[in-house]
T-cell receptor
């Protein structure tokens, strides 16, 4: 069974304290891995798509990387406005549609 | 501006009632999806549609129904057969194919059974 597991479930950081979020996945064939940011009571906001091992994408203080079994979302010098839940999702090659399988998310809290 | 509009933002349902959640997109996307999110959990797929007048069940379709009569619209009905409907419901859309496969989401509808 395909699985997407995110860790930790919750992460508290001081402002400026860099860290990483993990997304481990087991799928029969990966078409793409996606990172989203979700604020409380809102829909997920798209951040990155990664397609193959070794690929990296950056946006402001966020950098996403991909290996054959996991992806990391690195947060450099976070600010309080980075506080949110970060969701990881995968698409499989065997699916004709572009539906996503999501992990449970990591709730990030950055204190000033 | 292009986007996905879900309505209402909050919805209250009495026991035994059917309720319909609206989802409209003006992104010209072929594919549309409904996900359910429970507190502290990730999203689970209810139904998806890749083309007008066609849709498929996702992982948790029991107690739900959908229609896709127009490309822009994909309403979700939560029927009385859904035993635990209280949740946050998210609609999404995407292009079909391998280019730009990312899904874009609406702002969600929070459904509560009273």
């Amino acid at each position: 069974e395909d699985q997407v597991t995110q860790s930790p479930e919750a992460l508290r950081l001081q402002e400026g304290e860099s860290s990483s979020l993990n997304c481990s996945y087991t799928v029969s064939g990966l078409r793409g891995l996606f990172w989203y940011r979700q604020d409380p009571g809102k829909g997920p906001e798209f951040l990155f798509t990664l397609y193959s091992a070794g690929e990296e994408k950056e946006k402001e203080r966020l950098k996403a990387t991909l290996t054959k079994k996991e992806s990391f979302l690195h947060i450099t010098a976070p600010k309080p406005e980075d506080s949110a839940t970060y969701l990881c999702a995968v698409q499989e090659k065997r699916n004709a549609g572009n539906m996503l399988t999501f992990g449970g998310g990591t709730r990030l809290m950055v204190k000033p | 501006d292009g986007g996905i509009t879900q309505s209402p933002k909050y919805l209250f349902r009495k026991e035994g009632q059917n309720v319909t959640l609206s989802c409209e997109q003006n992104l010209n996307h072929d594919a549309m999806y409904w996900y359910r999110q429970d507190p502290g959990q990730g999203l689970r797929l209810i139904y998806y549609s890749q083309i007008v007048n066609d849709f498929q069940k996702g992982d948790i379709a029991e107690g739900y129904s959908v229609s896709r009569e127009k490309k822009e619209s994909f309403p979700l009905t939560v029927t009385s057969a859904q035993k635990n409907p209280t949740a946050f419901y998210l609609c999404a859309s995407s292009v079909m194919g391998r280019d730009r496969p990312e899904a874009f989401f609406g702002q969600g509808t929070r459904l509560t059974v009273v």
